[in-house]
């Protein structure tokens, strides 16, 4: 009988301690992570979001198209993934695409949410500010939450207001007031990044110089045209001329699409005319990191239409309301 129990022992022993070793084998430490990508409309996306600028904080205007791409990954059963606003509220998500892969007892999650910019419905909100935030939701009703906020992650941007500038001036490319409006990409002295700034010289990164005309240097006549400065090389500076009523647009979007529609795109503007409005789109010479849209109207030209060597001068001028949109996000 003893050595009947042995050998039954030695029979049953490798099956009773390897189930043993199962159950008392630790479960996989949980494990989620949540990251997201943005990316702009077809329009303003090429060159209009730096690479070193969050995704968390964002400036946009009033039309944009922004995407963003949220990726889930957690080895923990998953539920559901909810986006929304602080204008509709907790109650309306935001719809989206998801897309879910199970690999190895893994759960990807990949969420694709389309938010347009209406600024219709954000006057209200205080400082124009958007936050959305992002729920990604286990199947035990456990909300991910960012590791460094402890909170759900939210996603700040702000409708921003473009650029306004009336009455700047182009002075006769002859003149001893000649001079240069340039659109510098670094803040100075008192202007913002991206301000527009009276240069009084020619400037080879002017973005609106005058053009000087194809006659003898003898002949300084004030030439009713302009064109950008040299250094910003061809089709960094182009311009659409557009129907009067453009001048009231207000959204890049709207400013890039009516380009396209009533080109052509030149780089020089010949022979301009008071009320003439031009739509015009301006890339920084020296990187690829932003792009301008605006609109310019001519609203006054001051010519005496004659020379200094004559009964005139030469500090004739054309007058411009100018509006853009900054190319960087900040």
Not at 10 to 36: G, N
Not at 168 to 189: E, P, Q
Not at 266 to 271: E, G, L
Request: contains cysteine; charged residues 25%.
């Amino acid at each position: 009988m003893k050595k009947l129990f042995q050998l039954l022992w030695l029979l049953t022993a490798p099956f009773l301690m390897s189930s043993c070793s199962e159950d008392d084998e630790p479960a996989p430490t949980p494990y989620s992570q949540l990251t997201s990508t943005v990316v702009y409309s077809r329009y303003t996306n090429n060159g209009y979001l730096p690479k070193d600028q969050p995704v968390t904080e964002l400036r946009v205007y009033d039309g944009d198209t922004v995407r963003y791409n949220f990726r889930f990954e957690t080895n923990q059963a998953f539920k559901d993934f909810k986006v929304y606003d602080n204008i509709r509220g907790r109650d309306f998500h935001l719809m989206g695409t998801p897309i879910i892969t199970i690999s190895n007892g893994v759960t990807v999650a990949e969420y694709n949410l389309v938010y347009v910019v209406d600024d219709a419905f954000i006057r209200e909100i205080p400082n124009r500010e958007i936050k959305l935030t992002v729920e990604p939701e286990l199947a035990d009703g456990t909300v991910y939450k960012d590791p460094a906020t402890g909170k759900p992650m939210e996603i700040q941007f702000k409708v921003s207001d473009p650029y306004v500038y009336r009455g700047a001036k182009l002075y006769n490319y002859f003149g001893t007031s000649r001079n240069s409006l340039v659109i510098f990409d670094l803040g100075i002295a008192q202007h913002p990044r991206q301000a527009l700034v009276d240069e009084k010289f020619l400037s080879p990164f002017a973005f609106l110089s005058n053009k000087m005309p194809p006659r003898d240097w003898t002949d300084s006549r004030f030439e009713h045209s302009f064109t950008s400065g040299p250094d910003m090389g061809e089709g960094k500076v182009t311009f659409v001329k557009v129907p009067a009523g453009a001048k009231n647009w207000n959204q890049p979007n709207l400013i890039a699409t009516g380009m396209k529609q009533y080109g052509p795109w030149v780089s020089t503007v010949i022979n301009a005319q008071v009320g003439d409005v031009y739509a015009f789109k301006v890339r920084y010479a020296r990187q690829e990191s932003w792009v301008i849209y605006g609109v310019m109207e001519v609203k006054a030209i001051v010519d005496d239409h004659d020379t200094s060597q004559g009964n005139g001068h030469d500090n004739d001028y054309m007058e411009f309301d100018i509006k853009y949109f900054p190319g960087y996000r900040y």
